[in-house]
């Protein structure tokens, strides 16, 4: 019996230095991973962009396996200029797909008049439809907000 509550005691303390030595280590980083996310949007908002007078629009749709984090660039007529995947969880070898610029290329020149529906006027990635419609539907979301409307109820 001491010996379970000794063994229970230890596995307490390691676990609470554990703890503590990661809460140290997410204090001590968080501003820099902070400042190289920015950094990170950033580039990602000039290639989005392509030069053009617009905006970069971040969205964040529901995949597959959670948020796409994403970027669109809408210029200001409205059409879209670039669309950046910054964070996925997508499926390796089918959703991390989406990231290929074969793909993201087909929402450019697109505006809100578009259907962006996968099968429709977007070549689906083949395996991954919940990651294309999610990536379609970020891309809608967007337009609306580039525009300056709400985005619909999903």
């Known amino acids: 019996m001491k010996e379970t509550i000794y063994l229970g005691m230890f596995l307490a ?63 200001d007529a409205g059409i879209v200029t670039g669309v950046k995947i910054i964070k996925s969880n997508e499926t390796p070898g089918l959703g991390l797909n989406a990231d290929n610029p074969d793909f993201l290329n087909q929402f450019i020149g697109k505006t809100e008049k578009d259907k962006i529906e996968a099968k429709e006027d977007i070549q689906a990635i083949t395996g991954a439809t919940i990651t294309t419609k999610a990536i379609c539907s970020g891309v809608r979301e967007a337009l609306l907000k580039a525009k300056g409307s709400k985005a619909p109820p999903k």
């Open 13 to 75: 303390v390691i676990s609470a230095v554990a703890a503590g030595i990661l809460g140290m280590t997410y204090v001590a980083t968080y501003d820099r991973i902070a400042a190289e996310k920015q950094k990170e949007i950033a580039g990602a908002s000039e290639v989005v962009l392509a030069g053009k007078n617009g905006k970069a629009i971040q969205v964040s749709p529901k995949g597959y396996a959670g948020n796409i984090d994403m970027l669109v660039g809408v210029d």
